[in-house]
Structure formats: structure tokens, C-alpha cells
């Protein structure tokens, strides 16, 4: 089965701390996303990536980076936590870009910023 | 962003009512699809539809798509208790890079 893996469901950290969120694919997926999901706003893509060591910003990139060293794993960064991005986020892969491009998603990680 | 928009935002029938949201957007697309999202969990994919196909099916849900009125419709027939979730349309523009969703619909099926 295919399978998306977030690191953590759950975390909670304090304003001004760096934290990572990981994510891994088994699937062989060239493509890798990341979402931010906040009520009343929907999904927003934060960061995505094509290829190894590649990236590229999506809508909402202000405020975090990303990390792509191994196909299998894509990487959110947010170098100094503040509660505006207390928020769900979602990572995501697919197959093929563009017209077959169904997304596969973790399960999630919400984060709450003191 | 390209979004979608779904209509209604929230949707509350009883178990073997059929379930009809739609989802209307404004740039010219290369495909559209339907995800699900139980309450806290991330997405699951339920169907694409490709912007030179009308209509699609897969087992109790059909999918049609109208270009020339840029919106698409998710018909769930015969609910169940089960299909209670949140419902978002995706499209991947012409011009786009990746899916941009709509802020879905909150569907309830009572028993």
C-alpha cells in the first residue's frame, strides 16, 4: 500500500524555536508537497518539490523552508515558530506531474505555536 | 491562486439521501478532482476527471464537469453514516504548478 509518513501527529512549541517537520514516501514519488490547512481558509501550498535537491515556492512560502536530500523525504522547516503558524500541515506526493497527478497525503501534523 | 469554491460549505442529509456538492472555479483547468478528509486526518484522493471528459463514475460516486460553465459536481448516491467527512474539489490549472483547493464541504449523514 502506498504509504505517506509524517513524523508527528502532534507538537507543540514555544514562539521563536525552529522546528522540523519531516516527511518520507515509499513510493518512488518524484513529486512532494507541502499544505497548510486553517479553518475557513482551505488548503495552501506552502513548498513543493519535482526533484532531489530541488524546490520551488508555492503561495504561502513566506516564513519557512524546505529540504529535500533523499527522493523519500521532504522537509519543512520553520526557522523561528510564530503563532500565526499554529496550523495543520499536510504533506503530500504524486507520480506524475500535472494531468495524472493524484496526490497521495499523510496523516497530518498539527502544530500549536505558545 | 487558481481555487475552486465548493458550494454548499455544509451538507446535512440522513443515511440513503443522495449527497450532491458542487464546485465552481475560473481559470481554464487540465483536470479537476475530488478528495475526502475524515474529521483530523489528511486527504484521501476519490476521483479525476480530465477537462475533455463530462462525466465520470467510481462505484456510488459520479463526478461531472462542465467547462464552458467551469464547475463540476460530486454526486454521492445512497449515503451512509460512513461517508460523513469533508469534501474538497482540486484543480491543476493550465497555468498552474501544482493542485490548488477549494475550502470543501462539510458533509454530515445522520443515521
Known amino acids: 500500500d502506498v504509504k505517506v509518513t509524517q513524523s508527528s501527529r502532534y507538537l507543540v512549541k514555544r514562539t521563536g524555536e525552529k522546528v522540523f517537520l519531516e516527511c518520507v514516501q515509499d513510493?518512488?514519488?518524484?513529486?512532494m508537497f507541502w499544505y497548510r490547512q486553517d479553518p475557513g481558509l482551505g488548503l495552501r501550498l506552502i513548498y513543493f518539490?519535482?526533484?532531489?535537491?530541488?524546490?520551488e515556492k508555492g503561495d504561502i512560502p513566506e516564513g519557512y523552508s524546505v529540504s529535500r536530500e533523499k527522493k523519500e523525504r521532504f522537509s519543512l522547516i520553520l526557522e523561528s515558530a510564530s503563532t500565526n503558524q499554529t496550523s495543520m500541515y499536510l504533506c503530500?506526493?504524486?507520480?506524475?506531474?500535472?494531468?495524472?497527478?493524484?496526490?497521495?497525503f499523510g496523516e497530518g501534523s498539527r502544530l500549536t505555536v505558545l | 491562486s487558481q481555487q475552486g469554491e465548493e458550494d454548499p460549505q455544509a451538507l446535512s442529509i440522513q443515511e440513503g439521501e443522495n449527497a450532491t456538492m458542487n464546485c465552481s472555479y475560473k481559470?481554464?483547468?487540465?483536470?479537476l478532482q475530488w478528495y475526502r478528509q475524515n474529521s483530523g486526518r489528511g486527504l484521501v484522493h476519490l476521483i479525476l476527471?480530465?477537462?475533455?471528459?463530462r462525466e465520470k463514475h467510481s462505484g456510488r460516486l459520479r463526478v461531472t464537469l462542465d467547462t464552458s460553465k467551469k464547475s463540476s459536481s460530486l454526486l454521492i448516491t445512497a449515503s451512509r453514516a460512513a461517508d460523513t467527512a469533508s469534501y474538497f474539489c482540486?484543480?491543476?490549472?493550465?497555468?498552474?504548478?501544482?493542485?490548488?483547493f477549494g475550502k470543501g464541504t462539510s458533509l454530515l449523514v445522520t443515521p
Open positions: 482540486a484543480i491543476y490549472s493550465n497555468s498552474g504548478y501544482a493542485l490548488n
Open positions: 476527471i480530465r477537462s475533455n471528459e
Open positions: 503530500a506526493s504524486s507520480l506524475y506531474r500535472g494531468i495524472e497527478g493524484e496526490l497521495f
Open positions: 513510493m518512488d514519488h518524484e513529486n
Open positions: 481559470t481554464s483547468i487540465n483536470n
Open positions: 518539490s519535482y526533484d532531489v535537491k530541488m524546490k
